[in-house]
């Protein structure tokens, strides 16, 4: 992954997408007096229908996508998630419910690992907002494990009531942010408009339940300027989901922070990136539909919102103890017996998926719930980081 200024140069079938969606993000302005919040420019960037960068027709994740994730680079992410599935489906009966499934990879390696352990769920039900991906999701499937195609059945919302394990691995991430910048005591929105022929950022007061929602978050603004953003679907989208969960666990997993860490008074510019291609950029302006746009995740919210919304949490810990809490050690071993010419390769995932300079302390795992103890392994040992949020 390469942290540049300079993108490769997209296709010109690529660049004309991307005008297309310019075109309907400039009515948008023009229909709301110039200035759109750039929440709704990164919502219509990554979803418009049609045209935004995870419902168009693009390969966005995997090595020949713009980034890759842990169910990409090794199996053995997901043969721990099922590990963790099936301790919590052997003692309460459900079903999975996986949102945002991505290429498909995780669910197939998820239920080859159940197969194995003669533990199916009756259902694997799958909800992404893209219909692209459903679609590669499905080939996946049946590329990979086609028997057990008809356990799954993807979703257009979520259930009326659902019992068991619902997973998310990079959801949160993906979700449209706010852009605000408190200078002077004064709290700016960002907002996108149309200037000089090209979209352009615009900073204007914020508006108030901007200002009322930022202030409360009591940052310590030493180094004004001062730039961050917030997720402000986090409630709506919890309380959607603990609407749905009847009974059962809630696993999220992604990059990010507590509250503390994420609006610490030197993160002064926030933490909203761009892929495109495996680089790394800081212009979400640019190519819109053809970039992925990514903030972390505060999971001081995501615990708070769950909490209004009747969810427990009921762990926090890192990617790194969550997966040896779930027998990394013991799918490497069995990975190296089976294929001992991978010795290197199989390291090599293992040291990325866990170490902390990898991916090991950067993404954390959070646990919520609705009717179900907590006798989580994460939460019951000194793993468990749950004070920190
Ligand atoms: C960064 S990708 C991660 C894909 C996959 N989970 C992985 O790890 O490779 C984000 C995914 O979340 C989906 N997504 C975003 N918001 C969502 C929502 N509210 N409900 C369901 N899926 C959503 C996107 O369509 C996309 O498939």
Redesign the pocket.
């Known amino acids: 992954m390469k942290f540049t200024s300079k993108l490769p140069l997209p296709s010109a079938d690529a660049l004309k997408h991307s005008q297309q969606l310019i075109a309907k993000i400039r009515t948008a302005i023009d229909d709301n007096n110039g200035s759109i919040s750039f929440r709704n420019y990164m919502e219509m960037a990554?979803?418009e229908q049609g045209l935004g960068y995870?419902?168009a027709g693009a390969r966005?994740?995997?090595r020949a996508g713009d980034?890759?994730?842990?169910?990409?680079i090794s199996p053995l992410f997901s043969q721990c998630l099922a590990n963790k599935c099936l301790s919590i489906l052997s003692k309460s009966k459900g079903d999975i419910l996986?949102?945002?499934?991505?290429?498909g990879?995780?669910a197939v390696d998820l239920m080859l690992e159940l197969e194995q352990a003669s533990s199916l769920p009756t259902h694997y039900y799958i909800?992404?907002?893209?219909p692209e991906?459903k679609q590669r999701q499905r080939e996946t499937i049946k590329k990979h494990a086609p028997h057990l195609l008809s356990y799954f059945t993807w979703l257009d919302k979520l259930p009326e009531s659902f019992e068991g394990v619902i997973?998310?691995?990079?959801?949160?991430?993906?979700?449209p942010v706010e852009l605000f910048t408190i200078h002077k005591e004064r709290v700016y929105q960002h907002q996108v408009i149309w200037h000089n022929k090209q979209l352009t950022e615009q900073l204007n007061p914020a508006p108030k339940y901007l200002n009322n929602i930022v202030s409360n978050l009591n940052i310590d603004c030493t180094h004004s300027p001062y730039t961050s953003e917030i997720n402000l679907?986090l409630d709506g989208?919890l309380k959607a989901i603990s609407k749905s969960l009847s009974k059962g666990l809630i696993i999220l997993?992604d990059y990010g922070y507590t509250a503390r860490e994420y609006y610490h008074p030197d993160r002064k510019k926030g933490t909203l990136i761009c892929h495109y291609q495996h680089h790394v950029n800081e212009a979400p302006l640019l190519y819109p539909g053809l970039q992925?746009i990514?903030a972390n995740v505060n999971f001081t919210a995501v615990a708070e919102s769950a909490d209004k919304a009747g969810l427990q949490v009921l762990a926090y810990t890192t990617q790194a103890a969550f997966l040896a809490a779930n027998h990394l050690e013991k799918f490497f071993i069995r990975a190296l017996e089976e294929s001992p010419d991978d010795q290197y390769k199989l390291a090599q995932h293992v040291r990325t998926l866990s170490l902390p300079s990898e991916m090991g302390e950067r993404f954390k795992v959070i646990t919520l719930g609705k009717g179900h103890s907590n006798d989580l392994d994460e939460a019951s040992s000194q793993v468990d980081q749950r004070h920190r949020l």
């Open positions: 990554l979803y995870y419902v966005k994740i995997g980034f890759i994730t842990a169910p990409e996986e949102l945002g499934a991505g290429s990879i995780m909800l992404d907002l893209s991906l997973l998310g691995n990079e959801v949160l991430d993906a979700m679907n989208w997993i992925d990514t």
